[in-house]
């Protein structure tokens, strides 16, 4: 969509970029195609995108989530401790007493819970979303502390079973989770473009008066809103255990900035009311490309996350640009700077 | 659906609506006090008064978006409970609300606008995106008469003027086959072409034979297309009156004269 209206006179251009997610799509690849340049060794191998397939759905799913929670008009940053919690239930129970699947249910059902209670908190107290979920973040991390006594744990042995090889094998090269994090793509793109649910979110984060003039059911359906992170969130912590074995209390943490960034690199608005799901899963991607692609181009690994905020505060700017230009005071002043001479 | 023809069981003697006693308090703020007032079918009501007069409290208690405090709803000679009443209840009931700036999502495409709170889903709650593009595009071409000018069913509200805004509603609100359409200022900061487009909307209600209550700042709009005047004043009917009981003129100086009996109550706080 982002050079649509440059692109305007030439019509099969045009027509090109107003399918959903092109122009991201194009940006990837031409990062894709910088980091072969760059760091031809790495990104000419087939193994980088490999780790990519493995490493990326977890935050992906977080991010499509996200989309959601941020086309409402809402925030949630409770989501590091989401996913710490759910891999922490899934860790304990296989290890102390074997479950397999039944460990997966109780994950997420507990995801599920503290989503729900993240939206009662947000609808019932009346807290914007944004500082309420900062202070779940914390209770939710503390609470999970307590009852962790701070260990960390692994299970290795679980390599091999039914339930790793459903959702962390490898079907030939390709690990299978990139796979599950496409189909909750589709789901999640249905469920904003296409059901009644992701309706009612559009016109919320679009205006709560018009919401309420039509009769969507606001709390309600936030409430659906945070239930629907907090599964989400857990289901993204269970593929993290499954590919890591691993659980520590951190796990979730490293994600806050780059599932963020990947919601709002993909065009997703920061005023509410539109979302990009395609956009949120090449956000995704590219989120992780620059990490893997500067420390490979040998730029220093501390200067990741400087490069990932850039981007991030650059695409933001871009897409509000998009939106409406005078919604950026920096391009409103110069513009009205211009049209004085 | 609401679609359906389910139309006047009720003999056309019974008002759709009718209004008994209602009042309606906001903490210390009475907003409304004792109103009784009755809309028939087929018949344009001209809504009238200040701000602050109680207009918006009346059809808010009038449309489920606030319960009242007082007094009794009655929709086609029943008695509505306050509890379950919610704009829902009344979209049901065929009763519909086109509010002056907050009836549309402004990024939300047109045939999403048309079908919000009601779309057309199957039995998992998706929605059919063509069926319901189909019939909005339907509705812009027959009832509201939108032609050319670059509008599609894909358009976002944003991209529309604010009199072709008021006709979307208004062919929204034809469309769910109401008996009652409500405006609430519909005229506010529109250019005069755009008023005269919206007070031919509002002549299509009635030739639609449905009825409508059109509140309005501007009493000579008022006074050109309707057939009852209600005037609000301090949360009371002032007066309930046909329009050809009254001139142009005689309107005005009835509502100066509450405006000049204004002080005199203002002075005993």
Known sequence: MAHADKSAPSNPVAAFFKIEGTAIALVFALLVILFMLT?????????????????????????????????????????????????????????????????????????????????????????????????????????????SNGASLAIPQIVGDPIQVVFAGRLGPLPVQFFWALGVAVLVWMILNRHRFGESLLFIGDSLKVAKVVGIPIEREKIKLFTLMGLLSAFAGVLLTLETTTYFAQAGMGYLLIVVAAVFIGGTSIFGGSGKIVGTVFGSLIVAIIEAGLVASGVAGFWTRFYIGLVFIVSVTMNAAIEDPDKVPLLKDLRARVKRY | MSSQATSNQATPSTPIVRLENVGKQYGKVVSLKNVTLEIGSNEIVGLIGDNGAGKST??????????????????????????????????????????????????????????????????????????????????????????????????????????????????????????????DEPTVALALKEVQKVLDFIRSIKAGGRSCIYIEHNIHHVHEVCDRLVVMDRGEVALDAPTSSMTYIELTDFLMSLHSRRPAAGASH
């Not at chain 1, 503290?114 to 979303?129: A, H």
């Not at chain 2, 829902?88 to 709170?117: C, M």
């Open chain 1, 39 to 147: 760091a031809p060794r790495a990104f000419l191998g087939y193994r980088v995108y490999m780790s990519f397939m493995a490493n990326v759905p977890p935050p992906m799913i977080i991010a499509l989530g996200l989309t959601l929670v941020v086309v409402a008009g809402e925030m949630d940053l409770s989501f590091p401790s989401v996913v710490a919690f759910a891999s922490y239930v899934f860790c304990i129970l296989y290890q102390d007493y074997n479950w397999t699947w039944l460990a997966l249910i109780a994950a997420l059902a507990t995801g599920t819970v503290m989503g729900f209670i993240n939206g009662l908190v947000v609808t019932k107290l009346g807290i914007p979303s944004l500082i309420a979920t900062l202070a779940m973040l914390f209770l939710w991390g503390g609470l999970l502390t307590v009852i």
């Open chain 2, 58 to 183: 009346l059809i808010k208690v009038l449309t489920g978006v606030e319960p009242p405090s007082s007094g009794t709803l009655y929709v086609r000679g029943q008695k509505i409970d306050a509890a379950s009443y919610t704009v829902k209840e009344a979209h049901k009931l065929r009763i519909e609300t086109v509010y002056q700036d907050s009836s549309l999502g402004e990024k939300q495409p047109l045939w999403r606008n048309f079908f919000v709170g009601r779309p057309l889903t199957n039995r998992l709650g998706f929605i059919d995106v063509k069926a319901e593009k189909r019939v909005a595009d339907q509705i812009m071409r027959s009832t509201i008469g939108f032609r050319g000018v670059g509008i599609s069913v894909d358009t976002p509200v944003s991209r529309l003027s604010g009199g072709e805004r008021q006709g979307v509603a208004i062919g929204r609100a034809m469309h769910f086959d109401s008996d009652l359409i409500v405006l």
